[in-house]
């Protein structure tokens, strides 16, 4: 693609994982998870595999030319987070996708069709930038966090690249990005519209509570996934909603408006559209506002990683303000802890952003919100509302 990456290589695994039990005074169920990461990789490729996600979220709708209430436990597998999915009478990880919306596995745990299983005959493909899956689509019984919905599409995917260490996706975006995936079929209805439609939920919402790592920790809890309700326990005041955008292509995903970007008293972009995928590790920007960034904290772009780095700890914070409201990261949250250099093949002095170059094409996608951002504030994924929500994670 011509861009230096960076591979930030989470990978965690479930740790204790127990049965699920309900929280007292709801009707909702947690399922506590660990984050366990081993970098076997050098911190010079997760970069590149979010921009190559970000170029085929573009080229899809753009005209870039590619380069009852459940929870349930996501724990960060190879830079995604993963939930335990039971399809049929097999349990697999599957990575916890907003950017996408079929439901597939294969990657590692092969697929044994069952008595649920019904094959459809019909072929499924899916793109994603830095890997792809295709093989054939069934229905069947799916299970997650306690939530069980029937005849359900799950793709059966024999050949797929760019999946180690995962089993599959269970895509939580909306069901639009489904078109054309499966042979003769207009779109697949998501895990979400057939809990809604089987009135196992009452209402489409998915919470997102995802937790950094503190220091140099690999093994902190880090949140769940909540189906069909709020979870209020999981953040402070009350979550802001913004309406997802109709401007074309991030209407196609969750999609928002950003009022502005600002970086202390500097303000760095105005209003702009963006993508909220917690299948993308970094904070991407866009590139005027990446620069201005980088003037007002007196940064560069690194020649080897890619990253915005600094001689100098930035002591301002980077603010978004969305739907009125400012949700703030401090130079804590968004530079990459010195404590983890080490993990991630960083060395030297200098200090390192989450926040990247998202690139100059203002009318296809360039500005995804990610992991980093969603990290620090509970996230709110209303499909009855078409709306994105966010408050301050506790």
């Known amino acids: 693609m011509g861009r230096l990456g960076l591979q930030l290589t989470l990978v965690a695994v479930l740790f204790n994982l127990a049965l699920a039990t309900p929280t007292p005074g709801s009707s909702f169920v947690t399922v506590p998870f660990v984050k366990k990461a081993h970098f ?36 960060n597998e190879d830079d ?59 229905t069947d019984t799916v299970t997650v966090g306690g939530l069980t919905v029937t005849k359900q599409g799950v793709g059966d995917g024999t050949r797929s690249t760019g999946f180690e260490g995962v089993d599959g996706i269970i895509g939580f975006g909306p069901v639009d990005l489904t078109e054309d995936t499966v042979s003769g079929q207009t779109t697949v209805p998501t895990v979400l519209d057939n809990l809604l439609a089987q009135g196992v939920i009452t209402t489409e919402v998915l919470g997102v509570s995802f937790l950094p790592e503190s220091g140099s920790d690999t093994d902190d809890t880090n949140g769940e996934l909540t189906i069909g309700g709020t979870d209020s326990s999981k953040f402070t005041g009350s979550i802001t909603f913004v309406p997802k955008t109709t401007t074309s292509p991030y209407s196609e995903f969750w999609g928002i408006s950003v009022t502005s970007l600002s970086f202390g008293s500097t303000t760095l972009s105005s209003a702009a559209n ?121």
Do not use: C, H, M
């Open 40 to 75: 076997s990789k050098t911190a010079a490729e997760i970069l590149q595999k979010d921009l190559a996600r970000l170029d085929n979220f573009a080229a899809r709708f753009g005209s870039l030319t590619k380069r009852a209430v459940g929870e349930v436990p996501a724990t």
């Open 80 to 138: 995604t987070y993963v939930v335990s999915t039971q399809v049929g009478s097999q349990t697999f990880s599957l990575i916890v996708d907003t950017g996408s919306s079929n439901t597939w596995v294969g990657a590692g745990t092969k697929l044994v069709a069952g008595s649920t299983a019904v094959n459809s005959g019909k072929a499924f493909a899916v793109t994603y930038g830095s890997g792809s899956v295709s093989g054939t689509e069934f």
């Open 274 to 394: 963006a993508i909220v995928d917690t299948g993308t590790t970094l904070i991407l920007i866009p590139q005027a506002a990446y620069n201005a960034f980088l003037k007002a904290a007196g940064g560069t772009t690194d020649s080897t990683t890619g990253l915005a780095t600094f001689t100098k700890e930035p002591t301002s914070n980077f603010v978004f303000d969305i739907g009125g409201v400012s949700f703030t990261l401090t130079p804590t949250q968004f530079l990459i802890p010195k404590a983890q250099y080490a993990d991630f093949g960083l060395t030297g002095n200098n200090f390192f952003s989450w926040i990247a170059n998202g690139g100059t094409d203002t009318a296809d996608i360039n500005f995804i919100i990610g992991q980093k951002f969603l990290e620090n504030f509970y996230a709110e994924f209303d499909t009855t509302n078409s709306r994105v929500g966010f408050a301050t994670a506790i």
